[in-house]
C-alpha cells in the first residue's frame, strides 16, 4: 500500500495531506469571505449530492454561503430531452439578491448547456451563448457585465467536456471568439475538467490570451478534492487574488465539486 502511495503524482499527494488537516480543524475554522468583489464558479451537479439526494434547497444554501457578488454555475439544469432548471431562482433573488443573466430562446432551462451566471449589482451589457464544439453538448456563456463598483468586466462562464480532444476543441474555440472582440479584462471560469498541465492539456490554449495561470486549486471530488477541475483565470494580471476552493461542511455534501471563488481588484478594471 506504501508503495502505491508513493507512485502517486506529488501535488495529488500533497493535496490530500493538506485537506486531512483541513478537515481535523474544520469544526473550529470558520469560511472567510474575502474583502471586496467576489466571483465564484460552482458545479452544482444538478443539484445531486455525495449522498445521491436531489436537494436543490441544500444547494441553494452552499450559494448562500459564498456569498459572491457574481456566480457562474454548471450544471443547473436537466440535461436529456428538454432543459429544465432545477434551481428556485426567483426565491435565490429574493434572498441573496443574485439575478441571474437572461438568455433569449432557452424556455425552460435557467442557462445556456447548464451554464447560468448571476450577479448582485450592475447591468448586463451583452450576452453571447456559444455552442462548444465536440461530441457531447457543451456550451459557454459570454457576458459583458458593467459592475456597480465600476468598471466593465467580461465573463466566460463554460463547462468543457470529457474527451481530452474534445476540451483543445473547446478552448481552441474560445481563444478564436476573444480574437473577435475588443480587448478588455475578462475572467474565464467554470468546470473545465482538466487537471493535467502537461503538453496535452487544453489549458496551454489559453496561455497566450491569458497568460500564466493561476495555481491549481483542487476540488472534486468534493469530499477529498485532489483534481483542480474548475479553473478562475484572468487576463490582467493582477485582476484577481486568492483563489480558493470554499470548502465547508455542506459544499463537501452538496455536489461532487467544490465551489471555487476569488477576489476581483475592481481598480484593474479602470473605467
Same mark, same amino acid.
Given at each position: ?13 500533497? #493535496? ?54 457574481? $456566480?457562474?454555475? +454548471? ?7 428538454? =432543459? ?16 441571474? /443573466?437572461?438568455?433569449?430562446? /432557452? ?19 451583452? /450576452? ?9 453538448? =457543451? ?9 456597480? +463598483?465600476?468598471?466593465?468586466? =467580461? ?10 480532444? #474534445? ?58 478534492? /485532489?483534481?483542480?477541475?474548475?479553473? $478562475? ?30 477576489? $476581483? ?7
Amino acid at each position: 500500500m506504501h508503495a502505491r502511495n508513493n507512485n502517486l503524482p506529488a501535488s495529488i499527494l500533497a #493535496s490530500i495531506r493538506n485537506h486531512r488537516k483541513r478537515v481535523e480543524v474544520a469544526h473550529v475554522s470558520p469560511i472567510f469571505r474575502p474583502e471586496g468583489t467576489l466571483i465564484a464558479s460552482y458545479n452544482v451537479h444538478k443539484c445531486v449530492g455525495n449522498d445521491r439526494r436531489f436537494d436543490p434547497e441544500r444547494t441553494s444554501r452552499v450559494i448562500h454561503e459564498i456569498d459572491a457578488d457574481v $456566480i457562474a454555475l +454548471q450544471e443547473a439544469d436537466t440535461r436529456f430531452g428538454e =432543459r429544465t432548471g432545477i434551481l428556485d431562482l426567483p426565491r435565490l433573488e429574493r434572498e441573496s439578491g443574485l439575478v441571474p /443573466v437572461p438568455i433569449s430562446g /432557452v424556455n425552460k432551462a435557467h442557462g445556456w448547456h447548464g451554464n447560468v451566471v448571476l450577479f448582485k449589482e450592475g447591468s448586463v451589457r451583452d /450576452v453571447h451563448p456559444l455552442k462548444l464544439p465536440g461530441l457531447e453538448p =457543451r456550451g459557454a456563456l459570454v457576458v459583458e457585465l458593467e459592475l456597480k +463598483q465600476g468598471g466593465t468586466l =467580461r465573463i466566460i462562464a463554460a463547462h468543457f467536456g470529457l474527451l481530452r480532444r #474534445s476540451r483543445a476543441q473547446q478552448a481552441k474555440a474560445l481563444v478564436e471568439l476573444l480574437n473577435t472582440r475588443d480587448e478588455q479584462p475578462t475572467i474565464l471560469l467554470g468546470d473545465l475538467n482538466e487537471w493535467r498541465l502537461g503538453n496535452g492539456s487544453s489549458l496551454n490554449t489559453f496561455r497566450d490570451a491569458f497568460g500564466t495561470l493561476p495555481p491549481a486549486v483542487p476540488s472534486f471530488p468534493s469530499g477529498l478534492p /485532489v483534481l483542480a477541475l474548475d479553473r $478562475i483565470i484572468s487576463n490582467r494580471e493582477g485582476l484577481i487574488e486568492n483563489v480558493t476552493a470554499h470548502d465547508s461542511a455542506l459544499s463537501r455534501i452538496a455536489s461532487d465539486h467544490l465551489p471555487l471563488k476569488a477576489a $476581483i481588484r475592481t481598480d484593474v478594471l479602470g473605467g
